[in-house]
């Protein structure tokens, strides 16, 4: 390694000679420092740009130190070198001897001089990756803030603080009263607690708010954050004095400006009060969100603006990074009542995302207030939760099975609706009871999106609390009781138990684990028989999992051993497919006709952030009104040292394997031409439409032929109907039609000849008990019944259609 001070400057850079001074040639390190800091210095013998896995990550940090002062319009020896550096710097994190350190604060305040700004991160970086004592800095950091303090707008507040700390007490006091000048009370506020904060806090918030609305902050930086005191402290005050004003807005006593409510300032801190607020679950949240929420979110007029939509969009991006079942049923709630027509659209594509990330905070997701329910038998299903309620000389109802559902009743004998006397003299009694079955439907969609995203963690709950709080909870039970659950009554061995059909729940100690049952972890004969018994006993349960699909490794992936190209060379309409990934939690850049919009890799991280999965896609052209794709490899990543690598197949755990897989069949399997059964245009597309309609079936095809092997014998049809390999042939009177169990495209005999049938918009006819919701399942299904009478169709499109070749 060589000495920072020797090439510290230009001077020193071009003393360097070509060869060493025993005749060798100059390493790597010291010709790129040359090529630096000297104009003159050719680099034309590289092919391309230089490789510096070799050089040390302390000289990696120099060089990036000296490279930060080339400019934009250096030659292109320099402009090469610098690139070379900078993308060396992305790959793996430079460190700094303190001289580098130094000479980094000297060449900020140059520059910040010269053009009057530059980014105070750069400096910051460097000290937190100091290889030894860092330097007195006191010179250069006094000359940085003082030329910030200059400025009208004071920008990067918190980096500025930590500067400000290098200088010395008398510098940090002048930017604490600067930076609290004008800016209301949250801010000052924040200042001053930040500026007590010491260096380390200064720097900890300011490396957390970098970029902070573009990239992801690392957990531990918030875990670090929440674990000071006075930063916990004030977070609570910062968050109260927001539903102040938002209630002084609704109260009238601040003149309302939609959109005006908080700064954008604002808006970044009280993110950031809320992570550290929902990361430590703080008891006194849900009470914050009851008024801060519809605070934010509804204009104290019949106007459709917000008070501040921008700080909205911040609670539930912090309610992405750490959610609870309160603040992700309280954002479900006011997104009914929001009057705006495009927020509650965004709502949704954010709320799937806080869905994913809750199943995955098992701590807490399955956290169910009681709401002074009580459990009751309810019809004819068993005990479900139950509110009365008195209105006069009539009383309300709320019922939990399902869903809840708010009835009205005299002397005990239901009624249609709200009675008359009840909507004039108790009104404000039916909007709460109504707003209190809006919360509940919140929470029980929370939960159930939650226990079925605890799949891929394989979440385990203890014995005594999943029995009183789960299975025993008025408003849960009917959910929980109706999913198969693993008990281990002794170690290492888990009992399967169906709540709804056992007389009792096993005996086991209060801390016995207790886990959802997954089909991958059983014998083919333990799943057929519990699907058996949903059927024989009409349990659909609110999640697919006894019918689950199961995705194993195949040969062909052991063999491509770190890609599977099972779901690949798929056409597939794009916008679809996009909308399927937000909807199930997966992260993807929009594609289309424009620079960089070709190819992406959507992404969904599973097991906790272990582990991480990638679907490869590409753009591939208009088609009418809309677009299409054309679908790649699926890849598997682990967390290694806070970083992902690339992993075999062999090594992702089966079930994450499995779920992850079902995902990208769900996508393939729903956006794909092939299911589209008007698909007109010819060529290559019309090729691998014909192909892929009537191809092989995937795991999800299979899923639903095993439900149509026990479906079948009890319909009026059944004499009409039998499964063939991929299809379910149905005779009519007219034809034989055999409808494929992938994409429910019709083929008629004798001559497979194509029967397109377009279906109505809810393909669900009501006549026919599923175990589990699939609209592709029903269809085939409305389809079968259809064609099993086909001499009564009267559809003429239809008819034309048949009887061309019959």
């Known amino acids: 390694m060589f000495d920072d001070a020797s090439v510290a400057g230009a001077d020193d850079a071009r003393a360097f000679p070509t060869l060493d001074e025993r005749g060798s040639p100059m390493d790597l390190t010291a010709r790129l420092m040359r090529a630096l800091t000297d104009p003159d210095f050719a680099l034309d013998e590289w092919d391309g740009y230089p490789d510096l896995a070799q050089v040390s990550d302390e000289e990696l940090g120099s060089l990036l130190v000296t490279a930060y002062r080339v400019g934009i319009s250096a030659p292109r020896p320099m402009a090469t070198a610098r690139f070379a550096v900078e993308r060396a710097a992305e790959k793996r994190p430079p460190r700094y001897t303190p001289d580098a350190c130094r000479r980094m604060f000297e060449a900020l305040a140059e520059k910040c001089a010269e053009h009057g700004w530059v980014d105070l991160n750069r400096g910051l970086d460097t000290l937190e990756r100091c290889t030894g004592p860092l330097p007195d800095l006191s010179g250069p950091a006094r000359a940085l803030v003082g030329l910030w303090l200059e400025k009208d707008t004071v920008r990067q507040p918190y980096a500025l603080l930590a500067v400000a700390g290098l200088a010395g007490e008398g510098t940090l006091r002048a930017a604490v009263e600067r930076l609290s000048r004008d800016v209301g009370p949250i801010l000052a506020d924040e200042t001053a607690v930040v500026a007590g904060l010491g260096p380390a806090g200064r720097a900890l918030l300011s490396a957390i708010t970098r970029d902070h609305r573009f990239l992801s902050t690392p957990a531990h930086a918030w875990h670090a954050l929440a674990d000071i005191p006075a930063y916990v402290a004030f977070a609570r005050r910062a968050l109260d004095a927001a539903a102040d004003r938002t209630d002084a807005i609704r109260a009238g006593e601040i003149p309302y400006r939609a959109d005006k409510a908080f700064t954008e300032r604002e808006i970044t801190t009280l993110g950031q009060a809320l992570r550290v607020a929902l990361l430590r679950d703080e008891p006194w949240l849900p009470e914050l969100f009851e008024r801060l929420l519809p605070g934010v979110a509804l204009a104290p007029t019949t106007a459709r603006t917000l008070p501040s939509q921008a700080l909205l969009y911040e609670v539930v991006r912090a309610a992405q990074d750490f959610p609870t079942p309160e603040s992700v049923s309280a954002i479900r709630t006011v997104r009914r009542t929001v009057r705006h027509a495009g927020v509650p659209r965004q709502l949704d594509r954010m709320l ?22 009580d459990t009751e038998p309810v019809g004819d299903s068993a005990a479900g939760g139950v509110l009365r309620r008195p209105a006069g000389g009539y009383r309300a109802v709320v019922t939990v099975t399902d869903t809840a559902t708010l009835t009205w009743e005299k002397e005990g004998s239901p009624l249609r ?36 995203g605890g799949f891929t963690v394989d979440a385990v709950h203890p014995y005594g609390r999943w029995r009183t709080e789960l299975a025993g909870h008025p408003l849960a039970r009917t959910l929980v009781r109706r999913l198969i659950w693993e008990i281990e009554v002794a170690p290492g061995a888990w009992r399967a138990v169906l709540p709804e059909t ?17 089909p991958i972890r059983s014998e083919p004969d333990t799943v057929r028989a519990w699907r058996d018994l949903l059927l024989e006993r009409r349990i659909r349960q609110p999640f697919k999992q006894a019918f689950r699909e199961i995705y194993l490794l195949t040969p062909a992936e052991e063999r491509t051993r770190v890609h599977s190209n099972r779901f690949a060379a798929h056409l597939v309409h794009y916008r679809t497919m996009f909308a399927l990934f937000r909807a199930r939690g997966w992260k993807s850049d929009l594609l289309g006709p424009w620079d960089g919009g070709d190819a992406d890799e959507a992404e969904r991280t599973l097991a906790a952030g272990e582990w991480r999965v990638r679907f490869f896609h590409t753009w591939a052209d208009r088609s009418g009104d809309g677009e299409l794709a054309s679908t790649d490899q699926v890849r598997f990543d682990r967390r290694v040292a806070g970083a992902w690598q690339e992993a075999p197949l062999a090594d992702v755990p089966p079930l994450v394997f499995s779920e992850a897989m079902r995902d990208v069949d769900l996508f393939v399997g729903v956006s794909s031409i092939a299911t589209d059964p008007d698909w ?12 892929a309609s009537f191809a092989e079936l995937t795991e999800s095809a299979e899923a639903r032929r095993d439900v149509l092997e026990r479906i079948l014998p009890r319909l009026g049809v059944a004499d009409r109907c039998t499964l063939d390999g991929r299809f379910l042939i149905v005779r009519g009177d007219l034809r034989t039609y055999k409808i494929h169990l992938g994409s429910a495209n019709i083929l008629m005999e004798p001559d497979d000849s194509y029967l397109c049938i377009v279906p109505a918009r809810s393909p669900g006819n009501g006549k026919v008990f599923l175990p589990f919701e699939d609209d592709r399942l029903s269809l085939i299904l409305s389809k079968a019944l259809l064609l099993a009478a086909d001499s009564e169709i009267t559809d003429e499109a239809i008819l034309t259609q048949i009887e061309r070749g019959a």
Do not use: C
Request: hydrophobic share 40%.
């Open 352 to 373: 799937k995302k806080a869905d994913t990330a809750l199943a995955e905070r098992t701590e807490v997701a399955l956290r169910l207030p009681r709401l002074d329910f």
């Open 417 to 452: 609706g709200v009675p008359a006397p009840v909507r004039r003299d108790h009104a404000d009694l039916v909007k709460e009871l109504r707003d209190l079955v809006k919360r509940v439907n919140a929470h029980l969609r929370t939960l159930v999106r939650a226990l079925e």
């Open 502 to 518: 056992d007389e009792g729940l096993p005996d086991a100690p209060d801390d016995a684990s207790v886990r959802l049952w997954h």
């Open 680 to 691: 007109t245009d010819a060529g290559p597309r019309r090729a691998y439409w014909e192909r």
